[in-house]
């Protein structure tokens, strides 16, 4: 039997050839390459009525502090205004959470982008990453918000002969404290009761508390937010008999600048009330008249006494504007 010798030419040519393609198909390690970047989330959705974003990772994540992505990379925009995340909620696997520092409202046009930090394949760096030290690549997502806050109408039904309103679903409400605090204001016009003593219930953070003798006092609760109400002016125009007269009543400043351990949801209120003429209630009651309340409020947190939020962005003072109408009888 001829055997074929690998010095034979044909046979030495082929093997090469063999030898060659297989190294080709194996894969060689490139000198300085990092690690491979994590997918982006498969989801971002709207959860717990607006007050959190849910991101669905699909794989795990390092979630120890010096681990966790800054508060600012995060950035959600509610209508053209940035709400701040105040914080992350890593308690379920596969799944992020932004807890926000005011909730979004069914209706509203949202969106959360996330920027990366540069790319670090190890997880000593702060960023959105595995538990192997993949980074997350930056991403952005539009929100469906019809899972968000329910919107809230400006009627107010009259409070009962206690004081106590009579809510219900849809309806701005003191009886149950709020997600968040809220940035700006939903509604910002109130009805006046038509029982007195009564409340006259703008939003579920703000409105004003009427007493027998036709004394009105604003009220406001805060939560992560603190700071004094400053200069709250109420004003009129009415008719009395032929004249035409005008009302001016201000506030002495109310609120707390006092620096707390945990924030919890606390009313304030001015310890005088403003009392108004009862040719001015007449009016307003009758739709001639409206009642304007103007103030400004110099916010801060609460927790730091700070004039800045956590993720370090700037807190702004508020100009707190309302009016407060009849409903002709």
């Given at each position: 039997?001829n055997?074929?010798?690998?010095?034979?030419?044909?046979?030495?040519?082929?093997?090469?050839?063999?030898?060659?393609f297989?190294?080709?198909?194996l894969?060689?390690?490139?000198?300085?390459?990092?690690?491979?970047?994590a997918?982006?989330?498969?989801?971002?959705?709207i959860?717990?009525?607006?007050?959190?974003i849910?991101?669905?990772?699909?794989?795990?994540?390092?979630s120890?502090?010096?681990?966790?992505?800054?508060?600012s990379?995060f950035?959600?925009?509610v209508?053209g205004?940035?709400?701040?995340?105040?914080?992350?909620?890593?308690?379920?696997?596969l799944?992020?959470?932004l807890?926000?520092?005011?909730p979004?409202?069914r209706?509203?046009?949202?969106?959360?982008t996330?920027?990366?930090?540069?790319?670090?394949p190890?997880?000593?760096?702060a960023?959105?990453?595995?538990?192997?030290?993949?980074?997350?690549?930056?991403?952005s997502?539009t929100l469906?918000?019809?899972?968000?806050?329910?919107?809230t109408?400006?009627?107010?039904?009259?409070p009962?002969?206690g004081?106590?309103?009579?809510?219900?679903s849809?309806?701005?409400?003191?009886?149950?404290?709020?997600?968040t605090?809220s940035?700006?204001d939903?509604?910002?016009?109130g009805?006046w009761?038509?029982?007195?003593?009564?409340n006259i219930?703008?939003?579920?953070?703000?409105?004003f508390?009427?007493?027998?003798?036709?004394?009105i006092?604003?009220?406001?609760?805060?939560?992560?937010?603190?700071?004094k109400?400053?200069?709250?002016?109420?004003?009129?125009?009415?008719?009395d008999?032929?004249?035409?007269?005008?009302?001016?009543?201000?506030?002495a400043?109310?609120?707390s600048?006092?620096?707390v351990?945990?924030?919890?949801?606390?009313?304030?209120?001015?310890?005088?009330?403003?009392?108004?003429?009862?040719?001015?209630?007449?009016?307003?009651q009758?739709g001639?008249a409206?009642?304007?309340?103007?103030?400004?409020?110099?916010?801060?947190?609460v927790?730091?006494?700070?004039?800045?939020r956590?993720?370090?962005?700037?807190?702004?003072?508020?100009?707190?504007?309302?009016?407060?109408?009849?409903?002709?009888?």
């Amino acid at each position: 039997m001829n055997l074929v010798s690998f010095k034979t030419p044909i046979l030495r040519v082929a093997i090469t050839a063999v030898l060659a393609f297989a190294l080709l198909a194996l894969p060689i390690p490139l000198p300085g390459k990092t690690a491979s970047a994590a997918s982006q989330p498969a989801s971002a959705l709207i959860w717990s009525q607006g007050a959190k974003i849910q991101l669905q990772m699909g794989y795990s994540l390092a979630s120890q502090s010096n681990q966790q992505p800054n508060l600012s990379a995060f950035d959600v925009q509610v209508d053209g205004v940035r709400i701040a995340v105040t914080s992350l909620d890593y308690s379920l696997n596969l799944f992020l959470y932004l807890v926000l520092a005011t909730p979004i409202y069914r209706g509203t046009t949202a969106t959360v982008t996330y920027t990366a930090p540069t790319s670090d394949p190890t997880t000593n760096n702060a960023a959105l990453q595995r538990t192997t030290g993949d980074d997350t690549e930056s991403f952005s997502f539009t929100l469906n918000t019809a899972f968000g806050a329910p919107t809230t109408t400006t009627t107010t039904i009259a409070p009962s002969p206690g004081g106590s309103g009579l809510n219900s679903s849809g309806l701005p409400s003191w009886d149950t404290e709020p997600l968040t605090d809220s940035e700006t204001d939903a509604f910002t016009e109130g009805i006046w009761p038509s029982v007195i003593p009564g409340n006259i219930i703008i939003t579920n953070e703000f409105g004003f508390t009427v007493d027998k003798k036709n004394g009105i006092k604003p009220r406001i609760r805060m939560k992560n937010y603190a700071g004094k109400i400053t200069k709250m002016t109420l004003s009129a125009t009415y008719k009395d008999s032929s004249k035409t007269k005008k009302y001016k009543c201000v506030y002495a400043d109310f609120g707390s600048t006092k620096k707390v351990k945990t924030a919890k949801w606390k009313w304030y209120t001015p310890k005088k009330a403003c009392v108004l003429p009862a040719p001015l209630v007449a009016s307003i009651q009758k739709g001639t008249a409206t009642l304007s309340a103007k103030g400004k409020w110099s916010r801060q947190w609460v927790t730091s006494a700070k004039k800045t939020r956590p993720d370090k962005t700037k807190i702004k003072a508020r100009t707190l504007r309302y009016t407060v109408k009849g409903v002709p009888r």
